[in-house]
Nanobody
Framework: QLVESGGGLVQPGESLRLSCAVS????????IGWFRRVPGKEREKVSC????????YYIDSAKGRFSVARDNAKNTVYLQMNILKPEDAGTYFC????????????????????WGLGTQVTVSS
């Protein structure tokens, strides 16, 4: 089971930290990915992190502003989002995959087996 939290309404330039609580069989998965869905657009992968070696991936628009980390003791993965922009808004989902995260973007969306229900991020002045 994956449960996201931490979304909300912020102004441009502010920060949010999303959390993904991992429980049950999903805690055995290698990779936790973060995805964003915006109405009218395809869901896109924002970031992922490997539990094996800590490898991370970020979409280009997130590089330098977002940071993903996992606390294995708490079975929680965090997505720290700084200097938020209106285009960062959307519903954010975390998902688990048995395929390891790579710096080039793997695994693909279809290779994630479990998904959370999402948390809404709104960036508006």
């Amino acid at each position: 089971q994956l449960v996201e939290s931490g979304g909300g309404l912020v102004q441009p330039g502010e920060s949010l930290r999303l959390s993904c609580a991992v429980s049950g069989s999903t805690s055995d998965y290698y990779t936790i990915g973060w995805f964003r869905r915006v109405p009218g657009k395809e869901r896109e992968k924002v970031s992922c992190i490997s539990s094996y070696d800590g490898t991370t991936y970020y979409i280009d628009s997130a590089k330098g502003r977002f940071s993903v980390a996992r606390d294995n003791a708490k079975n929680t993965v965090y997505l720290q989002m700084n200097i938020l922009k209106p285009e960062d808004a959307g519903t954010y989902f975390c998902a688990a995959s048995i395929i390891d995260c790579t710096s080039s973007g793997g695994p693909q969306q279809g290779e994630y087996d479990y998904w959370g229900l999402g948390t809404q991020v709104t960036v508006s002045s």
